[in-house]
């Protein structure tokens, strides 16, 4: 059996030690190969304050080093608006119909999930494993909860024993780190030490848009 491919998408703007400490466990949980999705965010919803490039060489900067955690920037490439569903699929041309894929998801989004783009059709291309943040209950609407009841697992080898359309929860360590907190201390004139790998703090031009551009 392939090892499941796991992915985390999100702004990172910039990727911080909240993000990759997620994915680190989430990855050993499921063993799985992961990759960081960075979004392109379209041109109608705030955009990022580092450009998508500037997003990529931090993240390139923090990945350095180990192999657990690999970078996907496929959604950068693409203009207008990236679903996540399109996403999905296109991985799911590329892996095969029967290597397992793994959407991950923060209880936040997950919250969230039906008002993505064709959510119900999420789970015909990959399963969802939702990031359970220091054991807190995942909160989920009656819509939802329809939806999945019979998706559940609690068992990573229902994971591996199927390509898709199982949801399991991932219990992570909660590490109170945003990405908003770590702009806000960069526009002031302050380090993130410790907030973000310390590969981002020795090349200063890394970090220098949050500095030069403020924080919000
Ligand atoms: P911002 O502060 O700009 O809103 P953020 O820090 O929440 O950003 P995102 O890029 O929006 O970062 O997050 C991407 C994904 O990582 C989301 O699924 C989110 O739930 C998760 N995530 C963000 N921060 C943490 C954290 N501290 N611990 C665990 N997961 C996190």
Aim: proline share 8%; hydrophobic share 50%.
């Amino acid at each position: 059996m392939t090892r499941p491919l796991a992915i985390l998408g999100g702004t990172f703007d910039p990727v911080h030690l909240g993000h990759l400490r997620v994915a680190w466990e989430a990855a050993g949980a499921l063993d799985a190969e992961l990759a960081l999705v960075p979004a392109n965010v379209p041109p109608h919803r705030p955009q990022p304050v580092a450009s998508a490039a500037e997003r990529v060489a931090i993240l390139e900067a923090a990945l350095a080093g180990q192999s657990r955690i690999g970078l996907d920037p496929r959604e950068l490439a693409r203009r207008g608006p990236s679903y996540t569903i399109d996403t999905l699929v296109e991985l799911r041309g590329e892996i095969g119909a029967q290597r397992p894929l793994v959407l991950l998801v923060g209880a936040d989004a997950w919250a969230g999930l039906p008002t993505w783009h064709r959510w119900r059709e999420l789970f015909a291309q990959a399963h969802v494993g939702v990031l359970a943040r220091g054991g807190v209950a995942v909160a989920e609407p009656d819509e939802l909860a329809r939806e999945v009841t019979a998706r559940r697992t609690t068992d990573v080898a229902d994971i591996t024993a199927a390509p898709s359309g199982r949801v399991i929860e991932i219990g992570v360590t909660a590490l109170a780190i945003s990405a908003t907190r770590i702009r806000t201390l960069l526009a002031a004139g302050e380090q993130p030490r410790w907030l973000v790998p310390d590969a981002l703090l020795a090349v200063p031009a890394l970090l220098a848009p949050y500095r030069a551009r403020g924080g919000s």
